[in-house]
């Protein structure tokens, strides 16, 4: 018996043709079982609906404030996310926002639990935490936008509509910011500037990568002042009582004469280097101008004696409701002295008694 090798090649080349053809079949199914089932979906698409703005009121940095002090009153502010051309619930991936591009960090800043940002005001840091994804500036594989450092926000909840190749579904979820001044060394008074404190983008978990930025950032406007209150009233100055000397009613013969002067001090804790003054006021003035306080009338009181305020010097009277500037802080204990005196305010009798007023005085520092 004999055989046709021409017809044995031929077969063989066709079985090898056909093998060739399956392969590849084979190795199409896998790279089509390869791909996420919605591979070929519609990009997802996010935006913020709200603004991303924070006005931060001005503060004034307490004397031996502790580094950690928080200042003023906490700002909030939310924003919502939104999401078109979300994947179907069937696809098993949900969609995060990601809050990255952070502005320059305070040097105390330890990245976690909020977020301390530098101000460019020394000693002052902005600190930003957010609820109910806290505010971090870790650098892992889920935080920042590829990689990078910040934090996620998410799974957004899905609203879907419709069946089959016409389901459709978006996505959205809100985050509140909380923004605070914070004390973070020695401080230097100035006017916070505005600032960019972090975007955001999005993306599908184990199918795509970051997108964005969104058009809306989270921003810190310019204009809140910070300064130094430069000193503590001590407690024996704050309901101070000035007791001045008896004297005799032929002491003061005219109007216009003055008599008992006597030096008071104010007492104050400073830090170094603040700008002071001081205001002085009463509800019963004789005259503003001068420095006086009116007679005080009623049984057992002098009549026609006030009483008029001094500088440390005594060479001035000290005006009401005018601020009078003290110079510059020093640091640690600052007495402040002044003088009080009696003063005729007529020319009509004056008689014997009691003379009493009272003076609130208002500290200002720059």
Sequence with gaps: MTTDPTANVAQTTTLMRLFRVCWALLMLGFLYAALPSNAFAATSNCSTSSSGSLTMGSVSVPVNAANGTTLGTPVQLTMTFNCTNVPTDSSGNNLYVQAGNLAARDAADTGANGILFDTSIAGIA???TASPDQASASACLRCGPNSTAGFEIGALDRTCTGNGNNRRCTATITETFTA???KTGTVTPGTVQGLQLM???WYEYGTTASSGPMGTALTLNGG???S???CNVDTGSQNMTVTMPTVSTSALKTQGATAGRTRFNINLSCQAGTTASITFATTNAFNNASGIIAPTTGTGMAANIGIQLL????????PFNAAQSLGTTPSGAWAVPFHAQYYRTSSSAITSGNVRGTL???MTYQ
């Design 199 to 201: 975007q955001f983008w």
């Design 228 to 230: 130094s209150v430069g």
């Design 180 to 182: 605070q001044f914070v």
């Design 360 to 362: 609130t005085f208002t």
């Design 311 to 318: 500088d440390g010097t005594a060479s001035a009277a000290v």
């Design 126 to 128: 902005l600190k930003i």
């Design 224 to 226: 809140a002042r910070v």
